[in-house]
């Protein structure tokens, strides 16, 4: 049982540049979402996701998208990115949406140079 | 939308001690507290929760505490030990409305031998 299982760990994007980062679930949960993670600024929620083929935004989605094509995956998409994006990526899912305890990943860091 | 206060953002205490985190929210609508640890290069892991019908929890050294009226909420933890050293954050939500977990800025607390 893998739990929540981000790709990729690290990644090295140049101004500009697009990238998708994958969260993949294995619980069967419904609700999934991406944080940010600055130093001192705590877990900022970017998107997240009630069920299959719906998104919504949190406090921070400017610059991200979202899909939720599959139950089982959340991708987040940087369309053009900026050197303000550079920051530890976190997604968690749970199953009871807010009552319910949320399982989360080991991180993506990205660096935007 | 839901605001969530955390203090202090460090924290030493001598092993053995106590410690004690304070967080604040501004919705009076959230109904559900989480707690979460995080180690160093891992995503964060629920250690405790408590809902809005109870005053306090505990589970062996950990202990939180709400104070509805007053929109607070507090982690506690006793006999601290080295492998409690780690940043905490505390969250925030409405269990049965919009599904989004709010996280104060953190804690890193520290045990000194």
Redo the contacts between chains.
């Keep these: 049982n893998a739990g929540v299982t981000q790709t990729p760990k690290f990644r090295v994007l140049k101004t500009g540049q697009s990238m998708t980062l994958l969260c993949a679930q294995d619980m069967n949960h419904e609700y999934m979402y991406w944080y940010r993670q600055d130093p001192g600024m705590g877990l900022r929620l970017i998107h997240y996701s009630v069920g299959e083929g719906t998104t919504a935004k949190g406090e921070v989605p400017d610059g991200y998208n979202v899909s939720r094509l599959k139950k089982q995956n959340f991708l987040l998409g940087l369309e053009s990115a900026a050197p303000s994006q550079t920051s530890v990526y976190f997604c968690a899912s749970s199953y009871q949406g807010t009552g319910g305890e949320a399982f989360f990943g080991q991180g993506t860091r990205l660096t935007v140079v | 939308?839901e605001n969530v206060e955390?203090h202090p953002?460090t924290l030493s205490v001598q092993e053995g001690d106590s410690a004690v985190i304070k967080c604040t929210y501004s919705d009076s609508a959230s109904n559900?507290f989480?707690w979460?640890k995080q180690e160093l290069?891992?995503?964060?892991?629920?250690i405790i929760?408590i809902?809005s019908n109870v005053g306090e929890k505990k589970d062996q050294r950990i202990a939180v505490t709400l104070n509805k009226t007053a929109k607070h909420f507090s982690l506690h933890i006793t006999e601290t030990q080295p492998e409690d050293s780690a940043v905490y954050?505390c969250a925030a939500?409405?269990?049965?409305?919009?599904?989004?977990?709010?996280?104060?800025?953190?804690t890193r607390l520290s045990i000194r031998p």
Excluded: C, H
């Design positions: 939308g955390q953002s559900y989480p979460y290069g891992k995503g964060p892991q629920l929760d809902r954050f939500t409405d269990y049965s409305s919009a599904s989004k977990i709010i996280f104060g800025s953190g």
